[in-house]
């Protein structure tokens, strides 16, 4: 039986998926920090930016979730699948999210995110610097 409301239930998910995806970014920030990379600051920044903006959205959307009552808590998990019950309304709804469909969901978010922390860059930041004979900036 679906107790939640379309507009309630793309909420929490959002919520859920955005949530993975700071997890996932902070993850990938201490891989960035400990691993070979030879100029580490443009990807740290970048992931810096992505973390930013997902978790300003990610407040907005629990100040949302809050004032609506809603509540979602993993229950279950195994190889295949992970079980997540939506709570609102005095409902418990449960539903089940192939694993690889969650790692699609939040690659999307990441992408998006991407996208949005290089558009908050400012415009002459993202021109090209001018280059002297040799290739190096003067």
């Given at each position: 039986?679906?107790?939640?409301?379309?507009?309630?239930?793309?909420?929490?998910?959002?919520?859920?998926?955005?949530?993975?995806?700071?997890?996932?970014?902070?993850?990938?920030?201490?891989?960035?920090?400990?691993?070979?990379?030879?100029?580490k600051e443009?990807?740290?920044?970048?992931?810096?930016?992505?973390?930013?903006?997902?978790?300003?959205?990610?407040?907005?959307?629990?100040?949302?979730?809050?004032?609506?009552?809603?509540?979602?808590?993993?229950?279950?998990?195994?190889?295949?699948?992970?079980?997540?019950?939506?709570?609102?309304?005095?409902?418990?709804?449960?539903?089940?999210?192939?694993?690889?469909?969650?790692?699609?969901?939040?690659?999307?978010?990441?992408?998006?995110?991407?996208?949005?922390?290089?558009?908050?860059v400012p415009?002459?930041?993202?021109?090209?610097?001018?280059?002297?004979?040799?290739?190096?900036?003067?």
């Open positions: 039986m679906r107790y939640l409301k379309q507009k309630e239930l793309n909420l929490a998910s959002r919520y859920l998926f955005l949530s993975m995806a700071v997890t996932v970014i902070r993850q990938d920030r201490k891989h960035v920090e400990q691993g070979k990379f030879k100029i443009p990807y740290m920044e970048l992931l810096g930016k992505m973390e930013l903006e997902a978790r300003k959205e990610r407040k907005e959307l629990r100040k949302q979730m809050d004032a609506m009552k809603i509540q979602v808590v993993e229950s279950g998990r195994n190889d295949s699948f992970t079980s997540f019950l939506f709570l609102a309304h005095g409902y418990e709804e449960k539903r089940n999210y192939f694993n690889p469909a969650i790692r699609k969901k939040v690659e999307n978010i990441l992408f998006e995110l991407m996208k949005r922390s290089q558009q908050s415009p002459a930041a993202q021109k090209q610097p001018a280059h002297h004979e040799n290739g190096l900036r003067e």
